[in-house]
């Protein structure tokens, strides 16, 4: 016969830990489960006990799961015959409780149904924290149990721990899932899981903000509902794969958002696999790209248009170089004409692109480029070249025929004509006209009288033509008159840059 399991041979064990196993088992509020009804019914009878019960040892109290053959509430700790067989790791046995000195004034001795013997084995977690117990009583004194019925008891012990155990890995299944759940609707990304058939699971909160609807979570399709028409192919092609192979896969398309809008996204799905290496589930994420990729774009188109500008000012270097050559007599004057006039390109660029970059919004105007260029020629505070009229925004397309036009005349006008003296001046009107073109109008006033035939068209000449009408498409006029040259450049709409 199976005698009493003393208590002074009991193990050890913290309350603080006790606590803790009681809520990682989500206990605190539990009531018991229909399971445990089974097994108390079978202890009963395998142990021939009127009563059986599955108990939870909390802090201060004892409470019953499961019960069979009785209907007794709860009780508390102290007087507890349960909460003595938690502090051992086999069987405790009370074969008479009126004999027990321990145990004789217990209500459970005492009150109705004056129990008399006891037997139970503590529920142990799996790190061997007792929970509780599964207890046998009688009203009867006894022995003890067999040895078989010690074992049978110890194994439904085992088998009511099982359940419990399963309950905590539940319940920490549950809170890795709300926790997942939470950073997946704290990312900026779109987040998603799914079966292995692609039945969504659930959806982030940010999938819902970014496209302004849910899903239905019940067909394998319901994915594409977002998802660029043109690219559906695509995406069916990748999937198709990823079951196949049970990969992960990668690709990027379209996504359609609230607004109905369709943004470029990386997609990537992963697949996690159980021990035998099946995929249960796919979790899967879209990051916006849509930004990144119009810069990509944009980023192109401006290489583009920068080797496009480049090259036209090799082109610009190139006739410069190859007119002058064929237009100056002697080689000394060569690279004093050409330095000049490059340097004069230098100074209107570098008031073009500071301006451009700085982002500071400032747009780069008309008389501001007119001014830089006029610099070299102001005595003292007074400018010799007075800019008036309209001042529209310029673009860096029209810097170089500019630069080139205003550089030569008034290097032209330094030699030969109003500011070759300290009398003359030069007058620039802009004028706006309604029907979108534009109007400049150079005139030299005060300087030595000059005529036509008196200045033969050299390489200046021919080079204001060519940037004023084929670069600006614009009409050139000169007329020269007893105060110098006045000059009429008539610009078509857009030639100066966007409005």
Known sequence: MHGTTSPSDSTLFDEATRRAAIVAHDLVTFEGDERFDTITSFAAALTDAPIAMVTLIDEHSQRHLSKTGNDMSGAPRSTSLCAEAIKGTGVFVVPDTNSDPRYADYPVATGDPQLRFYAGAPLLTAEGVPLGALCVLDTVPRAGLTPLQAQGLTTLAASVAAILHTRRENKALRESEARLRSLADALPHLVWASDPEGIPLWINQRWIEATGRTIALDRPEAFLSVVHPDDHALIAGRWKKARATGEAFECELRIINAAGEPRWAVIRSVPFHDDSGQVINWFGTATDTHGYRLAIEERELISNELSHRIKNIFAVVSGLIHAASRGVDQGAALPASLLDRVAALGRAHDFVRPRGADGDGAPVTLHGLLATLFEPYRIGEAPRVRVSGANPPIDDRATTPLSLIYHELATNAAKYGALSGHDGWVTLDCIA?????????????????????????????????????????????????DGGLEVRLVLPGGALGPA
């Open 433 to 481: 006209g309604d029907d979108g073109t534009f109007e400049l109008l150079w005139r030299e006033q005060g300087g030595p009288p000059i005529g036509a035939g008196d200045r033969p068209a050299g390489f200046g000449s021919k080079l204001i033509e060519t940037s004023a009408i084929r670069q600006l498409g614009g009409t050139l006029e000169r007329v020269w008159h």
